[in-house]
């Protein structure tokens, strides 16, 4: 994961997810951000050509114009936003005197994203919950722009952005048409954000209110983690471990003891493991794929909460 990160800041002492990037004190607002990110460049638009020197009719080269690296080869139709559009999109959606927590570049420059508080703290269900934006755009041609909720859990630094039939937690859009038309119509995430905080409220108090015996937490933690009828003994052995993780984490987590056994503790747990073990194999794409989670939600926490609302 180490050369997919190209340069990126993080706020306070304990370094993120890779281990990379620059450490600093204070939350910068977009000016510093942008610089502080590594992000303070331009993407332009050059012909692409054969080898024989035509140009290749409806395609076009995305080149980062400081070092004229190539960054990826899109249609025509392809409209760029610049890093600072980005920046300056998130400022004007949150209002004055935003900061930011962390923002940079992937996969040298292909891939940038930046993340940001929200203005208001949610308590829920005796919880701490601070939502957070995050801001995801490619300059590759590879995906679309994303705008994204990702409520943590405060006391313990967990992701909570279950899927929620009621209320979109993820919005998107090409890089094709009237992008500052389409810019302007996203300024509707706020309303949506809060939107989302409001039946994630309800969730977790329709999850307070389902009460789970031990033995029906151990139920759910195998439905969870099953294991199939034709696994080696090996992976039966390792899933095995991963329910024992995650019991221990119902059953002990200091930042749950307070909370009855019910679904809303369960779901902590989950979330807790889902954001913070230790994968049974790493793989190079470990650390991205937790990264990608973290703005389009974990599938086993999903998981859990559609056997908790279902059961």
């Known amino acids: 994961m180490a050369v997919k990160v190209e340069t990126m800041f993080y706020v306070g002492r304990e370094k993120p997810w890779h281990g990379l990037g620059t450490s600093v004190e204070e939350s910068p607002d977009s000016r510093e951000a942008l610089i502080l990110a590594g992000l303070d460049w331009d993407v332009i638009q050059r012909p692409v050509y054969t080898e024989d020197g035509v140009i290749v009719d409806g395609y076009k080269a995305n080149v980062r114009a400081q070092d004229h690296s190539i960054l990826g080869i899109v249609t025509d139709r392809y409209k760029v936003v610049q890093n600072r559009d980005a920046f300056e999109f998130t400022d004007e959606l949150l209002g004055k005197g935003i900061r930011y927590e962390t923002a940079g570049s992937l996969m040298n420059g292909r891939k940038v994203w930046l993340l940001a508080k929200l203005p208001t703290r949610y308590i829920i269900n005796g919880d701490s919950v601070m939502p957070y934006l995050v801001f995801s755009n490619t300059h590759d041609g590879s995906g679309a722009i994303k705008i994204a909720m990702t409520p943590i859990r405060v006391v313990c630094n967990n992701t909570l952005n279950l899927a929620l039939n009621s209320a979109k937690r993820i919005w998107s859009f090409n890089h094709v048409g009237n992008i500052e038309n389409k810019l302007y119509e996203a300024k509707e995430t706020l309303f949506m954000a809060e939107n989302y905080m409001s039946e994630l409220g309800k969730?977790?108090?329709?999850?307070?209110?389902?009460?789970?015996?031990?033995?029906?937490?151990?139920?759910?933690?195998?439905?969870?983690?099953?294991?199939?009828?034709?696994?080696?003994?090996?992976?039966?052995?390792?899933?095995?471990?991963?329910?024992?993780?995650?019991?221990?984490?119902?059953?002990?987590?200091?930042?749950?003891?307070?909370?009855?056994?019910?679904?809303?503790?369960?779901?902590?747990?989950?979330?807790?493991?889902?954001?913070?073990?230790?994968?049974?194999?790493?793989?190079?794409?470990?650390?991205?794929?937790?990264?990608?989670?973290?703005?389009?939600?974990?599938?086993?926490?999903?998981?859990?909460?559609?056997?908790?609302?279902?059961?």
């Open 203 to 311: 969730a977790f108090e329709k999850l307070s209110r389902i009460k789970i015996t031990d033995a029906a937490a151990d139920e759910y933690i195998k439905a969870v983690l099953p294991i199939d009828d034709d696994a080696s003994s090996t992976t039966e052995k390792n899933i095995k471990k991963q329910r024992e993780d995650l019991k221990r984490r119902y059953m002990h987590a200091p930042d749950l003891r307070s909370v009855g056994k019910n679904g809303y503790r369960f779901i902590n747990a989950v979330s807790d493991f889902a954001t913070h073990a230790r994968p049974i194999r790493e793989t190079k794409k470990y650390k991205e794929t937790m990264f990608n989670k973290t703005m389009e939600g974990n599938p086993l926490t999903d998981k859990a909460y559609k056997l908790l609302m279902t059961a």
